[in-house]
């Protein structure tokens, strides 16, 4: 008996020693790797680092960055969004498509009425019908898909007058400097935090996500918060979309194909849970923003753009192990 | 009464027969609870052992230590005078140890045959399934059980009693030394019961040990040899059950006798706060009829699935009503959503704490606000201070012990996870207030200070509704009690009149005496 | 309720997709006189066969309760590689196609089982990274078969009956009798349905899922490389969006995304509605893009109508 107890404490220490050692790395996993990514690419390139080098990866970054934004409360409330690709095609089809139509701003209004409206209705089957998001959305990525090939007839569009339009300054204008694009993330961003961190409608989404039952049980109107979580990522599309459109004038109508998964990366990376109740709208920042430099850094260095997807994907894997290291440290520490 | 009968060491047994299992001085700990502490057992071939104690005790930890299920953190077990380890529940059961499991542990879209052989099902060559063989050995086994139901049975079409004996037949298949019944009976009906005595007899007089876990005093006296005690984690005695009667086993259970318990009498409560008239969900309940007064507490006791929750649920504004009318404050009220009811001034403190009660991941004092976010926000925005204020009041108020209010209530114990969840309720200042469980699986210190909480409450003037499957929590609370059996309240009583007697047979549907008396004897 | 339930799940003998599947058939033959005959509907299986052996494994993966959207790149890879490497002769080439796609469902496999992360953050991560492999492995370039043989076999027929739609329908058999009579294909059940149950069973669950993920890595590659055949060619992008034609058609079939139910007459019934569904509006000359739009409706019409039946066999409160 003695001895069994004894290699069972030897097991446990044994656990315990390596949980020590990966501590401070699971909790800032992420980080540590973006610094060190960061500190190699500075190496290989003077530029990299350099403000203007700096500048062009945040503004490349935001429109992933707009959308990631809306999906992660999406997220935080227990659900997933895979039709904001398809969304963003339809959006900023739409935008251009009526820019020469009917002038900037009623195809802006226009637009995010309808992008609002199919928020809504992956909100209404989600929200109150209790449907299973990753279906219904998936479901919703291929009729967007087809609205949008309809409504374009499969041709691509684009604005006639380019330079001759107040529209650009969402894809193309700097305000003190600083690209609109990358103002409109950040504004996003802060603004949602806000409300995600300090708001009783914030505090709504964490406890759903975080447990529906408990939530419901609690005198919370889930189908309401979930539809509203779906309409915050509705709107966040068509901001993505109004600085897509704009600063290409034009639009392919599959334009978004695969931001989802993009999105998703981010997020993931950023360390949001997919389960819900947990996460933060500065994670995914950092998530898209890892993306984007580990993007800009390996073509500075020569490599193809394609080698970041086999990065992104050796990343993925060390966070899920990150993770798995943080799960067995909570387990341990949560002897009191 | 004589306690002569009682030994205190679980090794020396009266009869010196060798015992086929020993558990020895087992600890099992879980973060922020001892479940078991130096827990000693033994088990002889061809007895049935009764093992009781109250809801936390730690019976259910101390049967998955012996299934495999729980590594404990020390002590030994041995069968056959053998040591054994067992990592996980294959070991246990190649041992010869079953455990028949309280929750189901069932595949429901697969047959019955196939859930009876599950991880050891007959191959032909080629991994192939033989389902002859399968279908055949099935058959028999369930033909020793009397089954009326075919081996070729989807198990989700089966209804819960029917399931409750595939885990049975799921025993039999290995040749058991040890075969652990926990509560088998809470989801049999009274036909059904006999059946499942006839097996266990016929188990033990082939030399099987028995254990057998459950809180109703008729069965234990009906099956059992030898009756061991558990109390709060702890070991309290094993006594022959020729030997004693059901006082001094209750006695050894909760360290009291029942009579000193009951609620003080009736007196002048105010108005009725929340009245049922004819209430109704069809297939669930019907015709529940009832009220609450300010002030009052009454308790509805009932068996599992007897419709409490139910009522409860539908109170709550999770049912819709099929018929009938719910009166709140003199009003009638039309409640659609749990967001209306709480408007309303009703809360639930739900019957599963970790499914239904709490956010486990989210920190003490963001559940404790959940339900009345309105009252620590201004325009939207949440207001900290006013958040922790609330927070410490409850805390205080409750002795709710935790290192801070940062801390994740999943990490707390029992006790301290179910007063957060009284106080998310108290702090929305509910008119009416249905506790449903709320002692279940809670140690007995946290357990007597939630009971004193409750009667507090009443005083100040709320009206409280406590649904309780345990005796004494019913009789030790209620002013008055509601008795529940198959979805239709059976009975009315007031607290200083009940007798056991009465309660148990208004709760198993027995005002006529049914056929089989050995079965259903009347408590004494 | 009893009987609405065998009914949907396919108790009573005839799942509601294959009532779809004959509904669509019978109206796209009154509005077609060429519809019905032997060379388009061999032609139907041929065009679906690529999705529907995918969804043969997805289907195994998804009774687990797991999710694979990394199918669409492996599919691409190993088409990539069956043509690249056919200098290496052309049994080489689809060996180690195939193999590729085998050791990426194992690896997919292995982290789901070691981790104990969700298979869609798995899945997905592989999904980027296999279609950054296969843009690294052919720098962006589409390949050619050089070997005859090799797009020969993708049109060669036995009889009225091409071979693709031979392959797939044998796979199709193969599959739904090792999932219904064998033992990894019970545990393939019971490890979805109730995976604490079939652990205390001593089914290894762990082992199971991998050999599951496996099996839809196989079947992605054979897919990949009977789709150059087919094409004689292979592009880099070859595959994208498969994932999602393929769990809508598993999910069309009746297959839950909570693990534990599911079949495969199920699936090739899903696959069969997608592929009658593009062939006849395509034969109505109606824009392959409306299909899009159908289909995304009739997910949901499906899975509502699902979930309402799953409420009312249910007693439980639904939050």
């Not at chain 1, 330079?163 to 996003?188: E, K």
């Not at chain 2, 030994?76 to 079953?98: D, H, M, R, T, Y």
């Not at chain 2, 709480?342 to 019957?351: N, R």
């Not at chain 3, 032609?43 to 690529?50: A, D, E, F, G, H």
Request: glycine share 10%; proline share 2%; with cysteine.
């Amino acid at each position: 008996m003695a001895s069994a107890e004894q290699t069972k404490q030897g097991f446990m220490l044994s656990k315990k020693h390596k949980a020590g050692l990966l501590n401070f790395l699971s909790a800032q996993g992420i980080l540590v790797f973006f610094l060190i990514c960061m500190f190699a690419f500075s190496l290989f390139s003077e530029q990299f680092l350099s403000q203007s080098n700096i500048m062009t990866v945040v503004r490349q970054a935001s429109i992933i960055g707009i959308i990631a934004v809306g999906v992660t409360v999406v997220i935080i409330g227990g659900n997933l969004d895979l039709s904001v690709g398809s969304m963003l095609s339809f959006s900023t089809v739409l935008v251009v498509d009526l820019h020469d139509k009917i002038g900037p701003t009623g195809a802006i209004l226009l637009m995010f009425a309808l992008t609002l409206m199919l928020g809504a209705v992956n909100g209404f089957l989600v929200g109150f019908m209790r449907l299973n998001s990753l279906i219904v959305t998936l479901a919703m990525l291929s009729a967007i898909q087809g609205l949008v090939l309809i409504y374009s007839g499969g041709q691509n569009v684009d604005i006639a007058n380019q330079s001759d339009t107040w529209f650009s300054v969402f894809g193309r204008g700097y305000l003190m400097g600083i690209a609109v694009p990358v103002i409109i993330f950040a504004l996003l961003a802060i603004i949602v935090q806000v409300v995600m961190s300090f708001t009783g409608y914030g505090r709504r989404i964490f406890a759903i996500g975080g447990n529906p039952v408990a939530a419901v049980y609690s005198g919370i109107r889930k189908n309401w918060c979930v539809f509203s979580t779906y309409l915050i990522s509705a709107f966040c599309v068509a901001c993505a979309a109004l600085v897509l459109g704009s600063r290409v004038m034009g639009s392919q109508n599959n334009v978004g194909q695969g931001y989802e998964l993009l999105v998703l990366a981010g997020i993931i990376l950023g360390g949001t849970s997919l389960l819900g109740g947990a996460g933060s709208i500065w994670k995914t920042v950092i998530g898209v923003l890892i993306l984007g430099f580990i993007q800009n850094g390996l073509l500075l260095m020569g490599y193809p753009y394609y080698t970041q997807w086999l990065v992104t994907w050796v990343i993925i894997i060390i966070a899920v192990w990150l993770d798995l290291a943080n799960k067995r440290k909570r387990l341990l520490t949560s002897h009191s | 009464m004589s306690t002569a009968t009682v030994t205190h060491t679980a090794g020396a047994s009266a009869h010196g027969e060798a015992p086929i299992l020993s558990l020895v001085e087992i600890t099992k700990k879980f973060p922020g609870v001892i479940a078991l502490n130096k827990v000693s057992l033994d088990v002889r071939a061809g007895e049935v052992h009764a093992l009781l104690g109250e809801n936390g005790a730690g019976k259910s930890t101390l049967m998955k230590v012996l299934a495999g299920k729980h590594i404990p953190n020390g002590g030994q077990i041995l069968l056959e005078g053998e040591e054994k380890v067992f990592e996980n529940p294959k070991q246990a059961k190649q041992s010869g140890i079953v455990l028949i499991h309280q929750e189901q542990s069932l595949v429901p879209e697969m047959s019955v045959a196939e859930n009876i052989y599950l991880g050891s099902l007959p191959k032909k060559w080629g991994n192939r399934v033989d389902w002859k063989t399968l279908h055949r050995d099935s058959t028999a086994i369930l033909d020793r059980l009397k089954c009326s139901f075919s081996s070729k049975d989807l198990v989700s079409d089966l209804s819960i009693a029917k399931k409750q004996m595939v885990e049975i037949a799921r025993a039999l298949v290995f040749t058991p030394k040890i075969v652990v019944f926990d509560e088998p009976t809470a989801s049999l009906t009274d036909h059904e019961k006999p059946v499942l005595y006839e097996i266990i007899n016929t188990l033990r007089d082939q030399g099987v040990g028995i254990v057998y876990i459950s809180h109703r005093m008729d069965e234990i006296f009906h099956l059992s040899q030898r009756i061991s005690v558990l109390r709060d984690g702890e070991y309290n005695g094993t006594v022959n059950t020729a030997d004693t009667n059901e006082d001094e086993v209750t006695k050894l259970m909760i360290g009291r006798s029942l009579e000193l318990d009951h609620a003080s009498k009736p007196k002048d409560f105010g108005e009725n706060m929340l009245e049922l008239r004819g209430l109704t969900v069809d297939g669930v309940f019907e015709d529940v009829s009832f009220s609450v007064r300010k002030g009052e507490i009454v308790g509805m006791y009932g068996l599992v699935g007897a419709g409490r929750s139910e009522v409860a649920e539908t109170i709550f504004g999770l049912r819709k009503i099929s018929s009938g009318e719910m009166l709140l404050d003199g009003k009638a009220e039309h409640i659609h959503s749990t967001h209306d009811a709480v408007a309303e001034g009703i809360a639930l403190v739900p019957e599963d704490r970790k499914d239904q009660g709490l956010i486990l991941g989210m920190n003490c004092r963001d559940n404790m606000t959940l339900a009345g976010l309105e009252t620590v926000s201004s325009n939207g925005f949440m207001k900290p201070a006013a958040e922790k204020l609330v927070y410490d009041k409850y805390q205080q108020a409750m002795k709710i012990k935790t290192p801070s209010w940062r801390q994740k209530v999943g990490n707390l114990s029992g006790g301290n996870q179910q007063k957060i969840v009284i106080g998310k309720w108290l702090h929305t200042h509910p008119k009416l207030l249905i506790l449903d469980e709320p002692t279940r699986g809670i140690d007995v210190g946290s357990k007597a200070e939630i009971h004193a909480l409750i009667k507090d409450l009443a005083k100040t003037g709320y009206a409280v509704l406590v649904i309780s499957s345990e005796m004494p929590e019913v009789l030790g609370v209620s002013n008055r009690i509601v008795a529940m059996y198959d979805g239709k309240v059976t009975a009315e009583f007031d607290g200083d009149e009940v007798s056991e007697d009465a309660l148990v047979q208004a709760i198993t549907g027995q005002y006529v005496t049914s056929g089989d008396a050995s079965a259903d004897r009347p408590v004494t | 309720m009893i009987d609405m339930k065998r009914f949907m799940s396919g108790g009573m003998g005839i799942q509601p997709i294959w009532i779809f599947v004959i509904v669509i058939t019978i109206f796209f033959s009154v509005m077609s006189d060429y519809f019905l005959s032997v060379g388009n509907l061999t032609n139907i299986l041929v065009q679906t066969s690529t999705i529907g052996l995918i969804a043969l494994g997805m289907t195994y993966v998804m009774i687990n309760g797991n999710i694979d959207l990394s199918v669409g790149a492996t599919l691409g890879l190993a088409a990539s590689l069956s043509v690249g490497l056919q200098d290496y002769g052309l049994t080489v080439a689809v060996l180690v196609a195939i193999a590729t796609g085998v050791a990426l469902g194992a690896l997919n496999g292995l982290l789901v089982w070691k981790t104990g992360v969700n298979a869609f953050i798995v899945t997905l991560g592989a999904m980027i990274g296999v279609r950054g492999l296969i843009f690294v492995y052919t720098e962006e370039q589409s390949f050619y078969a050089s070997n005859f043989a090799f797009s020969d076999f993708g049109a060669s027929s036995i009889g009225p009956i091409p071979v693709l739609a031979i392959i797939f329908l044998l796979c199709t058999l193969a599959m739904h009798l090792v999932l219904r009579r064998t033992g990894h294909g019970r545990n393939t059940f019971a490890v979805g349905g109730n995976p604490e149950a079939a652990l205390d069973a001593g089914i290894r669950i762990g082992r199971n899922m991998m050999i599951n993920f496996m099996i839809v890595g196989f079947f992605a590659a054979l897919a990949g490389v009977l789709l150059a055949t087919q094409m004689g060619a292979a592009t880099p992008n070859l595959g994208r969006d498969y994932e999602l034609w393929t769990i809508t058609a598993v999910v069309l079939g009746g297959t839950k995304l909570t693990g534990g139910y599911g079949s495969i007459t199920g699936t090739l019934g899903g696959v069969l509605a997608i592929g009658v569904l593009r062939n006849g509006m395509n034969m109505m000359q109606v824009p392959a893009f409306y299909v899009l739009v159908i289909l995304g409706v009739i997910l949901v019409t499906v899975l509502i109508i699902d979930q309402q039946i799953s409420v009312k066999s249910s007693k439980g409160v639904q939050v």
